[in-house]
């Protein structure tokens, strides 16, 4: 069955609930844990939104468990529309894997669907929503494994949950980035003054958001004088990328989208759409600390503040001084993973040109340069993919479904992080190798939700599938 982003954004009008995805219905026993899609009201700069959220009864957000708990959750919609939640991160089996019409069908309004499988790999993972423009109206939520290690040192954890935010509806938002505006029209005509660089951010938000809150009124969190405390940082946004700005703060970053690498001192992480980062901080006595994340080519930043007892907590503005620069690849090239893949050739290398302009607002990622074919897999190969970005925009690229290491960046080899989700930067070449051990049709795609919705993602799809 071709899988086509129209019937993923539109609903998939025509094809079947009993041809796809997740088993409604099935037996819930006393082990599963509830949690529902449902609307909230946010207030950002004293205005109320409502937005969507992920909560369980007891009111949190999201879901917390321990490396070797079983991943039981009875998910229900309890929104006007179809919706359900892709397990970021996760390498659960592809019928569970939460994209509508590919791994199965949305929930309706009122209904629900039971998931089961191995809560793996243990680490920072989060949740979203993958049917239409959903996850920009906030629907997504922090899924955090919690692994042995972190459990034993007994280090306080805190959530650093971003977003981005408009009041806009997100199918203006997208209608308006595929109009051609009068001075497109000019450069088109070869009328123009000089040619127009892209903006580094798509979309202009008047608000990010750190655990729902701006900096007018930014969350406070009470840690120990002097302790460890473990931020698993997620970026939650539908097409910003931050640099995370750790202040007055020295950190220790222990893992990147959740897998381990080589411990790394860090005072700024850079952190691309739907990826992760954990740090490990101490907050000094009588101290009152920011964690800022800049938003990239923008003058304005969200955070939380890490209150040591007795601090007093200073005003931090919204805007910066100047503009974010764009997010890099520097730091990524100096990442090493803990256990990287064994050293084997790669059985198939598939190129994957990352395409498209902003006029008009096209964005593709064809395979073998055929636009459509997906991206193929036999089990247990070893499979390379080398991005190849030809586009002025940056594109955070994942595979659901698996996790992967870096390569090759630029041409450099380098046994980097592993990751699911991976920036390949403007005109940059960046090489990612898998071990295919996870049979199925699994979504692969940019992550800035526009870029997808306009047409930058396929599938990796393997033999005996589809």
Known sequence: MQISRRMLLAGGAGLTAGALMARPGMAAGPAATPLKIDSRQIEVYGKPA???????PSGTMGLTLDE????????SNGIAQPSGLHWHGMTEPWRQDGVPYLSGPPIQPGGSADYLFAAIPPGTRWMH???????QNLLGAPLIIRERAAIDSGAQEVVLFLEDFAWEPPEEIYANLRKI??????????????????????VTYPAFLA???????????????????RLRIINASASTNYWIDLGALQGTLVTVDGNPIEPLA??????????????????????????LALAEGRDMQAGIILRAPG????????????????VTLEQEKTLRASAPLPRRAPDRTVPVKLTGQMLGYNWQMPVHELVGLPAQATKDERVEIVFENTTMMSHPMHLHGHVFQVVEIDGEPVSGAIRDTVLVTPKSRVRIAFEADNPGIWAFHCHNLYHLASGMFTTLTYRGFG
């Open 266 to 291: 860090v005072q700024r992480v850079p952190l691309a759409v739907a990826q992760r980062a954990d740090v490990v901080v101490r907050v000094p006595a009588g101290a009152a600390a920011p964690v």
């Open 129 to 135: 929503s993958h049917f239409g423009l959903q996850e």
């Open 50 to 56: 409502t937005r969507y959220r992920v909560v369980q």
């Open 211 to 229: 655990n729902e809150r701006t900096l007018e009124d930014p969350e406070v969190i009470d840690v120990e004088a002097g302790a460890e405390v």
């Open 181 to 202: 505006s009068p001075e497109q029209v000019a450069e088109l005509a070869g009328t123009a003054p000089k040619a127009m660089e892209p903006d580094l951010d798509d």
């Open 68 to 75: 070797g708990d079983a991943f039981y959750v009875r998910l």
């Open 311 to 326: 601090a007093s907590v200073a005003k931090v503005p919204v805007r910066t001084q100047a503009a974010t620069p764009r």
